[in-house]
């Protein structure tokens, strides 16, 4: 392609924060637009980091003839309308997580998207962790045998705050809540390191701060969920043999921050850290071996989960596949994969609505 790839970014909170400087820092990147649905904030981000384009249209963004690629991070009830729109304009998308609001919608999207061609991602981005994709090469290389268990814990205190308003994120109908916006993170995990799909899953969600109150100081009933908990079963296949996992996400428990996921295999186990930081133990090791990797240095002024580390090194990776004309990425979520998670998304709700096991294959 050998040209500067233009970006339109729709939303100011995540974009603003990890994707804006992280494409800034690309060769042969230009950020060209921003929208949001307020003015305000829109205005705010152009002039911070000097794009020329300000609205709060999102279609001016999208329909702009300088635009490549659309970045849409906006809650998860605006992405089918989005991507939709952006891939009927032959634009290449990178839509957050959870791709919709139900497996409907990313149905839809998925087709649009693979008719058109284009390269259309969701933004699974601990995918490209350094110290991940080395965790990955360890168990695809057999070195702790079959998986017969696969354990994740999440904790972030932050929403134990009672004083942390009502957004978004309180609203259901605006696809809030720790199912979709961590589980999904989770779910893709599992996929892409196991490469065996999801076969059943019970899921028990939970909201332990009901109320909030909104910017208008009035008290609100919080909708979603802050505590989303899986028990899952694993198709059987190259690296799985009958084999189970827990996952665990509160968005209420402290002290701090931790994100973890280890698998527990016939000959060891490997675990894998927030930033992607990973070791390995074998059957009949005392401690941990450290598996060697370049985790890259945690980025200024944003709280180090592992998401902003690991979108600096994707970004770049994104930009070079459009310059050279590719509509996949090696290891990058499309959303063909973005479906595989919304499926287990929604027999996760089901589950937790119905108090069942929902068997997916």
Known sequence: MGKTVGIGIIGTGFARRVQIPAFRNCENAHIVSVASGSLENADATAKEFGIEHFTTDWRETV?????????????????????????????????????????????????????????????HELRFQPGRLAAKEKLRSGAIGKVRHVKTVFQAPHRGDPDLKWNWWSDSSAGGGALGAINSHIIDSLNWFLGSPISSVTCQLHTNVKQRRDENDVLRDVTTDD????????????????????????????????????????????????????????????????????????????????????????????????????????????????????????AARDSDKNGVTIKLN
């Open 63 to 123: 329909s702009r003839a300088d635009v490549d690629l659309v970045c849409i991070t906006t809650p998860p009830n605006m992405h089918h309308e989005m991507a939709l729109f952006a891939i009927k304009h032959d634009k290449h998308v990178l839509c957050e997580k959870p791709m919709a609001m139900n497996v409907s919608q990313a149905e839809e999207m998925t087709a649009a998207a693979n008719k058109a061609r284009v390269l259309a991602l969701i933004d």
């Open 227 to 346: 505590e989303a908990n899986m028990l899952l079963r694993f198709d059987d296949g190259e690296l799985t043999d009958d084999a189970t996992g827990l996952v665990s996400v509160s968005m209420t428990e402290g002290p701090r921050y931790a994100h973890r996921m280890e698998f527990y295999g016939t000959d060891g186990v490997v675990r894998v850290g927030h930033d992607g930081s990973s070791c390995i133990a074998t059957r009949g090791d005392q401690d941990w071996t450290l598996i060697e990797a370049d985790l890259g240095p945690p980025i200024p002024g944003v709280l180090d989960t592992g998401f902003a580390r690991a979108f600096w090194f994707f970004a770049p990776v994104i930009i070079e596949a459009i310059r050279n004309g590719r509509s996949t990425i090696e290891n990058a979520a499309t959303f063909d994969d973005g479906l595989e998670v919304q499926k287990v998304l929604d």
